[in-house]
């Protein structure tokens, strides 16, 4: 059975700090890249980051660079997202993807496997 269950998400005020976790299990970690979407109330899911293990390669969509950084334990099978100086805007609920193929994760934001999502909020 295929399971992605993200954890870590919370309050936090502007300018702080979470960070997330997805644990994987059921699927072959090294062949898929893993990523973080989210989705705020009224609004369309949108890519955050993804990583390529097999390849080391990280992505991020603009608004996050510099900000929020994808990494993962190849071993233990998880994903993790920092996420520092957050904002306002960061307020969503973020899910963890995998799927094998980058194109249809990053350009199309479709994935074979999703986990449930975890709340982040950010005051200001």
């Known amino acids: 059975e295929v399971q992605l269950v993200e954890s870590g998400g919370g309050l936090v005020q502007a300018g702080g700090s979470l960070r997330l976790s997805c644990a994987t299990s059921?699927?072959?970690?090294?062949?898929?890249?893993i990523a973080w979407f989210r989705q705020a109330p009224g609004q369309e899911r949108e890519r955050v980051a993804a990583?390529?293990?097999?390849?080391?390669?990280?992505y991020y969509v603009d608004s996050v660079k510099g900000r929020f950084t994808i990494s993962s334990d190849n071993a233990a099978n998880m994903v993790y997202l920092q996420m520092n100086n957050l904002e306002p805007d960061d307020t969503a609920v973020y899910y963890c993807?995998?799927?094998?193929?980058?194109?249809?994760?990053?350009?199309?934001?479709?994935?074979?496997?999703w986990g449930q999502g975890t709340q982040v909020t950010v005051t200001s």
């Open positions: 990583i390529s293990s097999g390849h080391g390669s990280s």
């Open positions: 059921g699927f072959s970690f090294d062949d898929h890249v």
């Open positions: 993807a995998a799927d094998r193929q980058l194109l249809r994760v990053w350009m199309i934001g479709v994935c074979d496997y």
